[in-house]
């Protein structure tokens, strides 16, 4: 699919030097800024739909972990000591 963007002269001047130190094309380039963007954003959009899902899951529940009891499963990782996943509690 062919698509058309219209950029000013100073971005365009930017992306064909930036083309040039990473021996890409200017498409090349473009291209890679648009998925990087584009993975970006359906990440958070992903996040946020799993945060609020949580959020509904908590209100209907109750059940959830402290902020200390997750940092002090986290800081076991790596560990020789590394601790299993702790049990929501209410």
Do not use: F
């Not at 009891?69 to 509690?89: F, I, M, Y």
């Amino acid at each position: 699919m062919a698509t058309s963007l219209k950029i000013d002269d100073a971005l365009k001047s930017r992306v064909h030097e930036l083309a040039s130190q990473r021996r890409r094309s200017p498409h090349w380039i473009m291209l890679e800024a648009i998925r990087e963007y584009v993975e970006r954003e359906e990440a958070r959009n992903s996040l946020k739909q799993e945060a609020l899902a949580s959020w509904v899951a908590y209100k209907e529940t109750g059940r959830h972990l402290t902020g200390q009891e997750v940092r002090s499963w986290l800081n076991t990782w790596g560990t020789q000591d590394e601790k299993a996943v702790p049990e929501c509690h209410e």
